[in-house]
């Protein structure tokens, strides 16, 4: 049986994160893998998650399973973190998951139960494991435009024009904010009118809300993610938990589904714990449970809202840092662009060819589209990454 298998394509990003780790130059710097760093290059364990996990492992009584949608709690918490009032509870069902990743995963299953023929709309360039997830589950997929190389904002007349051609039924994968890979993000205004023609189309979106409190805080950056929610009658929502309140190798995260009305929710919330069995049966509750704890205690809540938002500066800092370096060295402001890009990516909008020159010459490690993860990035390289830029000819 074995002997039939054939290889698969690698991950990009786990192999960049390979060759960065026996790369011996002492001055490199890893601008690839996504995951958030302090200035010391560590990825802290923020402080209300030890107090809450200190508290569990206090009080905590039993390790028995929660059930197959998780812990009703954890949904009612992440629940009013991302859509707040925007949609009537009873219209929402819910089942946590396996990390952002496998929310998106289930959120695929359900429509591939519910709508086979359904196309599959994505973003390019967006995260590459959603057309990945996508491709393998056979389901159909097509691009609507979103980065413009030249701006490196976004392509909104290219973004309107090819979702115009999209059919009644077909699901629109939007990111909710700090857009992967690139850094622009549509404004609210636009996003209202991309809901018109998801409207006029019957189409039905998929948010994918990965960074909340990344971008411009934390009810700033769930505003597009909670008018999509109200704008239609079905809506489809998967949110993680891992770079937020960094709980990244807990897997915590949770898919919820707008029905249009209770009747609608009962059967979506059965659908989605019986896709849930087929999966993994039980999704994992201890980061679960620690986001929940977090989320309800007052004190606890305000001490990560703290420390989430000196997190969110400190990536705004490092942006405009390297945006008036960038100036101060090329006189131009053609990278005034990365000081307006939230979360933790930017996309240079350069080759491939010169991406491996800066990881030649210089170090740098970047995923070859450009991508790079300005938390990454401290006060000391900040001013080495801009030389290199400039040294590469981007």
Request: glycine share 8%; with cysteine.
């Amino acid at each position: 049986m074995l002997e039939n298998l054939t290889a698969q394509p690698a991950d990009k990003i786990l192999a960049l994160m390979a060759k960065f780790k026996t790369d011996p130059r002492s001055d490199k710097i890893d601008l690839g893998v996504g995951v958030y760093k302090d200035a010391s290059g560590t990825t802290p364990v923020m402080r209300a998650v030890k107090e809450a996990e200190r508290r569990i492992l206090a009080d905590q009584s039993t390790k028995a399973y929660t059930g197959l949608a998780g812990d009703p709690a954890f949904g009612a918490a992440m629940r009013d973190l991302v859509l707040a009032d925007s949609v009537p509870t009873e219209r929402v069902a819910a089942v946590a998951t396996p990390g952002g990743t496998g929310a998106i995963r289930q959120a695929l299953e359900l429509i591939k139960l519910a709508a086979p023929k359904a196309t599959i709309w994505l973003s390019n360039p967006t995260w590459p494991n959603h057309p990945s997830i996508v491709k393998y589950l056979g389901m159909p997929m097509a691009e609507y435009r979103y980065f413009d190389q030249v701006t490196r904002g976004v392509d909104f007349a290219g973004m309107l024009t090819d979702l115009e051609t999209v059919a009644a039924g077909d699901v629109v994968l939007l990111h909710g904010c700090c857009h992967n890979p690139t850094g622009a993000n549509l404004t609210y205004d636009q996003m209202s009118q991309v809901i018109g023609i998801m409207q006029k189309k019957g189409a039905v979106p998929l948010v994918d809300i990965a960074y909340q409190g990344f971008g411009d805080g934390l009810e700033k950056d769930a505003q597009i993610t909670r008018l999509i929610a109200r704008s239609f009658e079905n809506c489809l929502i998967a949110a993680s938990c891992s770079k937020n309140f960094g709980v990244y190798r807990e897997r915590t995260g949770i898919l919820m589904a707008v029905a249009k009305d209770p009747d609608q929710q009962a059967l979506t919330q059965q659908t989605l714990a019986f896709l849930n069995r087929q999966n993994y049966s039980f999704p994992p509750d201890h980061g679960a449970r620690v986001v929940t704890t977090i989320l309800t205690d007052p004190d606890l809540r305000a001490d990560w809202e703290d420390e989430l938002e000196e997190t969110r500066k400190t990536m705004l800092v490092l942006r405009q840092q390297l945006a008036d370096e960038l100036k101060r060295l090329t006189n131009s402001d053609r990278f005034d662009f990365l000081a307006d890009h939230r979360g933790m990516f930017s996309r240079l909008g350069t080759t491939p060819e010169l991406v491996e020159k800066l990881r030649e010459d210089h170090g740098i490690y970047m995923v070859g589209d450009s991508r790079m993860n300005i938390a990454g990035l401290n006060a000391e390289t900040v001013p080495i990454l801009a030389k290199a830029i400039v040294s590469a000819g981007i």
